[in-house]
């Protein structure tokens, strides 16, 4: 497959294309009609959406964590040798609420994944590549780093059976942990007779005297032309998956499953349009479990119409035993269903085990659907183009922004857009060194300020009522006045010609996205670079900006194909630590070719860009670039010349920025050193 990818990827790059035209009607510019655009440079910064705060380590006298004390003392009253503390909520949540930050509040680490291992004499974090530098920033002298996916790092089950004794108490929170991960855990501990305890009053709670209450967000209803299908419609299609199991019951517990399912929208984490519940199909009913307080008449109505019980929150793991011992056949997703319900369904005379089908449901976006997609990335495009605009115009006056307030000033250009509803992330705004932090969050104290001849990396995304959006571009201040190294050329092109090349690929269907991060990467690969994370995710329609099933990353082992319908990111980059970052970032839709052949009758597939927002080029190295990689530049630019003037034109200095920014980029002629006879003689 590996070489399959190479050869499409030669291919892709020799193909000739045909030439479109870039003439673009002339305007009248005027720059000194900035009105109230130039106004905004020396207007006090917006807050940012980087809210969450936990309280600092407290140190004793020899300089020792002093809850990570506190937490072994719980641990040896318990007869506990070991106490995991995943993410995790009891909704497997990528980003879980304040209130069930239980791994950040004990470790300090901010990350959004990773999980932490307690014992009596080691306190250790798993985390993956993305976020490295940032543990080791942010974890105490107490805490070492398990680097997941370096060679020769151990899983945890794999570690906890080297380091304790037989007989030994491993404790979780059954709540936390998938059935199919506890499983897992139980059978490598098991090799060592080490005993695995479930308790379901977490440990870390009896020591968090500041912990936030649960959130009361009131739930809202996702606008019907945008989700294309009614709830109704859809419980239909998940009643038909039952029948096909002959199961009377379906389990659903991840929160972006019950809101797709439901059509409902909400509040309960930051930057995710979800609420906290749980649902239940049945064949006649369902029953959602959530915090009643939530449920406006508005929303009850919508409810009472799909005949939808509303229970309490608390309740559901009661509620599953019942229908279980009343001898219905409960069907719930292994991987994605805590072992506290997993437990609850024993009762049942029969259990389906299977994977969950409405992940593949939400990833194949309808028409309405990704016309939202569409809609918001055109009103994302425009606010990221006045942000920037602003931004160039403030650091060539000389004017002097940190990282802190250009994200809070970010999230003030969006929501002057229609629908609006909140950043689909915290965003990354990293200026140089803090670049190379994958996924970097500023602090207001801390953070690095950005004017003229500051490299920046900022990935971030907004969450409108029509869709979700996710970018990421690097840009280089100050003008023509100030520029970026060579050796900063010449990687982010490199990532440049990755991303092309993930852009432009054709390929079979059936096809599943590991295949196409070899493109991603080529490039770097030849100059001896590479980045430690996946090329591309998934992303939800006005829900989670990272969804499944499928990816584009060295992962091999996700074999889910790319379908049409699907959206994924494209965002290679390179990260030099202590120096700056590369990322270039688009989102894509999952589209059907049109190829001169059909061999053996597949269908053959590419992309639709999603992103139109301008590509920096003061930091492209053409001699690097291909005619065809330069025609596509142009070609985008102009596209987004097209499709964003329009958007912009009530703001002449963005208006501005944008043609400037959108021009062809075209090589430097050769030049002719001697005379034409001696040129001609050699020749």
Request: with cysteine.
């Amino acid at each position: 497959l590996l070489m399959v990818a190479f050869l499409a990827m030669t291919s892709l790059l020799l193909a000739s294309r045909a030439q479109a035209s870039l003439a673009r009607a002339p305007r009248v510019r005027t720059r000194s009609s900035l009105s109230s655009f130039v106004r905004r440079a020396f207007m006090a910064p917006g807050k940012t959406a980087n809210t969450r705060a936990l309280s600092a380590r407290a140190m004793d006298k020899e300089g020792h964590d002093v809850g990570l004390q506190r937490f072994r003392t719980l641990m040896k009253e318990r007869e506990m040798d070991a106490y995991v503390v995943p993410t995790a909520d009891p909704h497997q949540s990528e980003y879980p609420p304040n209130c069930h930050a239980r791994r950040e509040y004990l470790t300090k680490f901010t990350g959004s994944a990773g999980s932490a291992v307690v014992t009596e004499d080691e306190a250790l974090l798993w985390t993956d590549g993305r976020y490295f530098l940032q543990a080791a920033d942010e974890l105490g002298e107490d805490w070492g780093l398990q680097k997941q996916g370096v060679q020769g790092t151990p899983t945890i089950s794999e570690w906890l059976s080297d380091k304790l004794k037989p007989g030994s108490n491993v404790a979780i929170d059954p709540y936390l942990h998938t059935a199919l991960e506890v499983e897992q855990i139980e059978k490598k501990l098991a090799e060592k007779n080490i005993n695995l305890q479930l308790v379901h009053d977490n440990l870390v709670d009896a020591l968090w005297d500041t912990r936030p209450p649960f959130p009361t967000t009131p739930i809202r209803i996702h606008p019907p032309e945008w989700a294309g299908k009614t709830s109704t419609e859809k419980l239909a299609e998940l009643r038909a998956d039952m029948d096909k199991e002959n199961a009377d019951v379906m389990v659903l517990s991840k929160l972006d499953d019950v809101a797709w399912a439901l059509n409902l929208r909400g509040g309960d984490i930051e930057s995710n349009p979800v609420f906290l519940s749980y649902l239940l199909v049945l064949k006649d009913k369902v029953m959602l479990f959530v915090d009643k307080s939530k449920v406006t008449p508005t929303v009850q109505q919508h409810l009472d119409e799909i005949k939808a019980e509303v229970e309490d929150y608390d309740n559901v793991v009661g509620a599953v035993e019942d229908l279980a011992k009343a001898g219905m056949k409960i069907m719930y997703d292994p991987a994605s269903t805590s072992v506290a319900l997993a437990h609850a369904a024993k009762a049942s005379p029969e259990v389906v085990r299977t994977t969950s089908p409405i992940d593949l449901k939400k990833a194949l976006k309808n028409k309405q659907e990704l016309d939202g997609m569409r809609e918001a990335h055109l009103r994302d495009a425009a606010a990221l183009c006045k942000f920037w605009a602003w931004m160039d115009l403030a650091t060539k006056r000389g004017e002097v922004i940190n990282e802190y307030d250009a994200g809070g000033e970010l999230k003030n250009f969006r929501s002057e857009q229609p629908g609006f509803i909140e950043p689909s992330f915290p965003s990354i705004v990293g200026e140089g060194p803090n670049g190379a932090v994958i996924h970097y969050r500023a602090a207001k104290a801390t953070a690095r300020d950005i004017k003229a001849g500051s490299l920046i990396l900022i990935d971030s995304g907004g969450q409108y009522d029509c869709g979700t959006t996710d970018v990421t571009r690097v840009y280089h201040f100050g003008g023509d006045k100030h520029q970026p190294t060579q050796e900063q050329k010449d990687v982010y092109t490199r990532v440049l010609k990755g991303h092309i090349a993930v852009d432009t690929a054709v390929f079979p269907e059936g096809t599943p996205g590991f295949v196409l991060d070899v493109f991603a990467r080529r490039h770097l690969w030849e100059a001896g670079l590479n980045y430690l994370h996946g090329t591309g995710h998934g992303v939800g329609a006005a829900l989670n900006v990272h969804e499944g099933p499928h990816s584009i990353s060295p992962r091999f082992t996700n074999t889910v194909p790319l379908k049409p319908g699907m959206i994924c990111s494209n965002e290679p980059g390179y990260y030099e630590d202590g120096v700056y970052g590369m990322r270039i970032e688009n989102l894509l839709i999952v589209t059907e070719k049109e190829t001169p052949n059909t061999f053996n009758d597949v269908k053959y597939l590419g992309f639709e860009r999603l992103t139109h927002v301008p590509i920096q080029r003061k930091l492209l190295n053409l001699d690097l670039m291909t005619d065809d990689e330069i025609k596509w530049m142009n070609d985008y630019h102009n596209e987004i010349w097209e499709k964003i003037s329009p958007r912009v034109s009530d703001e002449q200095a963005a208006l501005d920025w944008l043609f400037d920014n959108t021009q062809p980029i075209k090589r430097e002629p050769l030049r002719v050193i001697g005379n034409k006879e001696a040129v001609a003689a050699a020749e």
